[in-house]
């Protein structure tokens, strides 16, 4: 089956590009000493988690107990979830995981570690438990420095918990356009993190993951020497807005290739100067930017309603029927829409993988 | 189970307001004697698609094949679609859904014409197909006019296909804020449909079904004279981009109730007068800005990211483990994201609907 052939609106991987990426990625890490975890929320897929593990990669990270569980579902056996685990039946879903896989979780409040240990306790695991800081996100996180040596105490001194380490993500710096502005907000991640564990290791405990970083940033974490595994997601797809930050010398990011596309049909050509494709806002998510059309110069996606797209074609490049790929504006969101992959090598679908987590946002 | 036991984020219907809102645009109609053809794109819902046929809808719509092909393998039996159905493989299963269910279907290109009428020939069915003109929302069909009667004559001339009347919706129209602007732009596609029928009557081609008109504007068309059928969809959620459309008196439009919301859990109170929730751009589309919550007149849901929201809380009013209820800025996307509805009447869990299209984008 050729690329035309493909039902569409669809989400196409282009597996060489995808390979090389995490190859790539994983030979990098490599070479500068530090740990890969991918992020698997971009993805959600058994299948790109076993690519990933199979180039180096130490396990993956996971956002919700929902989706690590599909994972582990399919095999993956080693999963951070790197967010914060609040409601009861969760906290015992989690645990129930913790028998079946390596697993990590990160806290910023107390009570929730009261609440952790006491499930932990019950369940007679034992749960590692990372202390998430605010490093400039200012979303979830405790302040660095004493806030954070109170957290890692409280976790040190529950028999059921395992102290892991520093979760010190900065989400925000990863889109900066600028070289210089995410260079200096990473500056100021990293400094915060070295001063905690410094303050940590004063008072005995000791740090053995710190971890954060990704696709916009790893290279200033991984040579900090304070940062020592790296949770980078959207460098096995790039995206359209990831494509749009900048190197030192102000050219685009090119280490990795564009690899995700929504494979889209052109539906209505009514209009002069314009055409209509069959993918709109429930075929990928626009929160961070319309999708870019590729290979037609002249032709722009300008406007998404719910089941189409409007194409300015001034030129009327496009006729009814024609297929088109599209690099989605951001890739996690949209991958979440989508129950399958259509793997494609040279023009050819090879392979359909489900997005196993698809929808696990619980 | 109570509201506060639901995994969250979920999707949830306020049972009685959606019972409401169907109630009350059904004798609206009846009312007024304009057929009422809800769009089942907002949605996706056999259960939801039964409820409005109950109360006296001819039908519902759908935007795309497979989404027709779900509803009607769950029991719908009259769909039309209400969009340009181009792909061979795409043309050949709407014809399979012909001899299932009372089907129909807009074009508004001639060569399209001509492709579904060789399939409808190949599988010996009859084809209604209605011309979709462009009253003003310059994206899929026909300019009124002769435009229009040419392809209903070409339709027409056709063996295996029926020529079932028009399509005139104007999208954009329906959110436009004020009052005036609305009546002004569904004046203008009045006259464009009114003379377009006009045309075709001159040319002895009558038209069974002269259809259009949304949430925002179906008073206008219905009392036109034009129309027949209205094809509103989001008035059984209404959602927060359709709360802020005005009345004549620059009232909010209230004719209709929120019934649908996203249930959240505050997962992290780690930053002063802020926490964050659990429900983020995969729980939601911002697409039509960020969704509103409830019953907390100084809390303000200020930031999505994936697997987060950033709410403002100046009074620090929610504490760590609360559950929010949002409603969405775009109910149609959001609901897309979601496998269940989870029905609620005065607080307590009564029902799990399937999202049956759900996904179900070609």
Redesign the interface.
């Known amino acids: 089956m050729v690329l035309a052939?493909i039902?569409?609106?669809?989400l196409v991987v282009d597996l060489d590009a995808l390979e090389t990426n995490i190859k790539r990625m994983a030979a990098w890490c490599a070479d500068h000493g530090i740990a890969l975890r991918p992020h698997a929320?971009t993805h959600k897929s058994a299948d790109i988690a076993a690519l990933q593990m199979a180039q180096g990669a130490v396990g993956v990270c996971c956002?919700?107990v929902?989706e690590a569980q599909a994972l582990i579902d399919a095999g993956v056996d080693d999963v951070m979830i790197t967010?914060?685990?609040?409601?009861p039946?969760?906290i015992e879903r989690l645990l129930t995981l913790c028998a079946r896989a390596r697993l990590q979780v990160c806290v910023?409040?107390a009570?929730?570690v009261d609440a952790l240990a006491e499930a932990a306790r019950r369940h007679g695991q034992e749960l590692a438990v990372l202390v998430e800081i605010?490093v400039g996100a200012?979303?979830?996180?405790?302040?660095p420095g004493p806030p954070a040596l109170a957290l890692a105490r409280q976790i040190s001194a529950c028999r059921h918990l395992r102290f892991a380490g520093l979760q010190a993500y900065h989400?925000p710096a990863q889109h900066l356009r600028s070289y210089a502005d995410r260079q200096h907000a990473i500056d100021k991640a990293i400094a915060a993190t070295r001063a905690t564990i410094e303050l940590l290791a004063q008072a005995g405990i000791a740090c053995p993951v710190v971890a954060g970083a990704g696709t916009g940033s790893f290279a200033f974490e991984a040579t900090s020497g304070v940062y020592n595994e790296l949770q980078c997601g959207s460098y096995i797809f790039m995206d359209a807005d990831y494509a749009q930050i900048r190197n030192p010398d102000d050219a685009p990011l090119d280490t990795f290739a564009h690899s995700l596309f929504i494979l889209t049909?052109?539906?209505?050509?009514?209009?002069p100067g314009?055409a209509?494709c069959?993918a709109g806002?429930?075929?990928q998510?626009?929160?961070s930017g319309l999708p870019r059309v590729i290979g037609l110069s002249d032709v722009r996606y300008t406007g998404?309603?719910?089941?189409?797209g409007?194409l300015s074609d001034p030129c009327s490049q496009l006729a009814?029927?024609d297929t088109l790929r599209l690099i989605p504006g951001?890739c996690?969101?949209t991958v979440?829409?989508?129950?399958w992959y259509v793997g494609v090598r040279g023009g050819r679908v090879e392979t359909l993988w489900p997005v196993t987590a698809r929808?696990r946002?619980?």
């Open positions: 052939e039902d569409t609106p669809a929320k956002q919700k929902s967010n914060q685990i609040v409601r039946a969760m910023d409040d009570d929730n605010n200012n979303r979830c996180g405790v302040a989400g049909t052109v539906m209505s050509c009514a209009q314009q209509v069959d806002l429930k075929a998510s626009t929160d998404a309603s719910d089941e189409h409007v009814l029927g951001h996690d969101p979440n829409m989508h129950d929808g946002i619980a």
